[in-house]
């Protein structure tokens, strides 16, 4: 390996990393970056030769975990046989025609077609401009505005950082475009009315969002988009009721459902994909992050048979389909996702996310719901969320200053564990790989657990 702090040096004048505070790392205020050079199962070793569990599968994507040589070898047999080859005017290949069906034939509802792209923003650009082009291939020019929800994630692009209902990935980017809505959060707990149950907390916000669209308009409103647990706005599962609800209001105004199944498919819920645990019915899944499990970048547009007939129908009067990237479809891409996948049904990921899931959502509990700073642990399946608060009865918030949330996440990163600090809020969150064992689930927990008293040991002395 290349001398460590030459490639510091290297990567600090170079490389422009997203989410990082720009002059803290130009000037080493914080800290080096890490270098990362290896990882198998749920570890991860940097270049100084430590190794740290990975509680959130880098970014939600490791759902295999590292070092499986399955992908790596399937991804080097495409190279060497064809590395790349475009997929405009019907071109194609063995892996991409198989990736294809199989995604079709996986995904909720009732599916025609696979767009393929490289990153969950892109695939959610994607999906903007089939719900665009749909309308107008069907005579509905007005319908064109689409919905988001408050702390929803669905990418950094143009359109799909403008759906993302986060504004610190607003701010100075002239985000959000017009013409994207964002409803309320769907989070029980800081949202709820006191006594309000977590049904009739969902038939409000789904009386919200009916009010919503009859003020915008029901003929200008083409489509909702929404994850099915909000990922990076809190690891947040629905409350009881919520797309039942929801849907119903769709169903009435005649809005398609776009399921951002970035995070929550492919087995991280418990389920294939979160869709099918809440009985959703999507008109566009957008898959990424676990098709391939970060081995490859790729990602998928899924349209159903309602979206695709109209285009084909339109065909002849409208010519080709006149989107495309250079990389759709990528040969090796689509070979690492079919060596991902076989992994999946092999190893039964789905089931173990679920059953191990379940372990953890109850160690979780166990460990800290009457810990004195924490206001609520949360999560389904592979997700799961801790969120500290500074009063619990009255749900009063920490100053934001105090960093509480990055604090406890640096803790568990000095004893070797990766779990992240969610925005908006104090929250520590967990997305580990599907392959996670019992054993160290119970690893994480206990290095949370000591991370969590350093924390709140430190707030005490800071109050005296």
């Not at 009732?110 to 749909?134: C, H, I, P, R």
């Not at 143009?158 to 994207?180: E, N, Q, R």
Request: aromatic letters at 8%.
């Amino acid at each position: 390996m290349r001398d460590i702090d030459v490639l510091i040096d290297s990567d600090r004048g170079s490389v422009l990393h997203p989410f990082t505070q720009l002059k803290d790392f130009a000037t080493g205020k914080s800290g080096p970056p890490t270098i990362v050079t290896g990882g198998k199962g749920i570890r991860i070793q940097d270049a100084t030769g430590r190794s740290y569990i990975d509680g959130f599968a880098g970014l939600y994507c490791v759902n295999i975990g590292y070092g499986r040589t399955e992908v790596a070898e399937a991804i080097s047999r495409q190279a060497h046989a064809l590395a790349y080859y475009h997929s405009y005017a019907a071109h194609t290949t063995e892996e991409l025609a198989v990736l294809g069906q199989r995604l079709v034939r996986m995904a909720p509802g009732k599916m025609s077609k696979v767009f393929f792209g490289l990153s969950g923003s892109d695939a959610n650009e994607t999906q903007a401009k089939l719900v665009w082009y749909y309308n107008n291939l069907r005579g509905r020019p007005q319908k064109k505005k689409i919905i988001s929800r408050e702390r929803g994630y669905h990418g950094c692009s143009v359109i799909a950082g403008s759906m993302t209902g986060m504004s610190f990935y607003h701010d100075y980017m002239d985000l959000p475009f017009a013409g994207i809505l964002h409803a309320g959060v769907p989070h029980h707990y800081w949202g709820a009315a006191p006594g309000e149950s977590e049904e009739a907390f969902s038939r409000r916000r789904a009386a919200e969002l009916d009010a919503l669209i009859v003020r915008e308009g029901p003929d200008t409103v083409g489509a909702f988009i929404a994850e099915p647990v909000l990922g990076t706005g809190g690891l947040t599962p629905p409350p009881k009721g919520y797309w039942r609800e929801i849907q119903q209001v769709l169903k009435r105004h005649d809005v398609l459902l776009i399921a951002d199944e970035v995070i929550c498919g492919f087995g991280r819920t418990g389920r294939d994909f979160g869709s099918q645990l809440y009985d959703m019915e999507p008109d566009l899944v957008t898959v990424a992050k676990g098709l391939t499990s970060g081995y490859m970048p790729l990602s998928g547009a899924i349209v159903s048979e309602k979206i695709y007939s109209v285009m084909e129908e339109a065909a002849d009067r409208v010519g080709s389909f006149s989107h495309g990237y250079t990389y759709t479809g990528h040969p090796i891409s689509a070979a690492a996702a079919n060596a991902v996948l076989d992994i999946f049904e092999k190893e039964k990921l789905t089931e173990r996310a679920e059953k191990v899931g379940a372990y953890l959502q109850r160690r979780l509990r166990e460990s800290f719901s009457s810990v004195d700073i924490v206001g609520e642990v949360r999560g389904v399946g592979l997700l799961a969320a801790v969120e500290f608060v500074a009063d619990r009865e009255r749900k009063r918030r920490f100053d934001p200053a105090l960093k509480v949330g990055a604090r406890v996440s640096k803790a568990a990163r000095d004893r070797g564990l990766i779990a992240r600090a969610m925005p908006h809020g104090d929250i520590l969150g967990f997305a580990p790989p599907l392959i996670i064992t019992e054993a160290e689930v119970d690893e994480i927990v206990a290095i949370a657990v000591e991370a969590v008293n350093e924390v709140m040991d430190e707030l005490a002395r800071e109050k005296r």
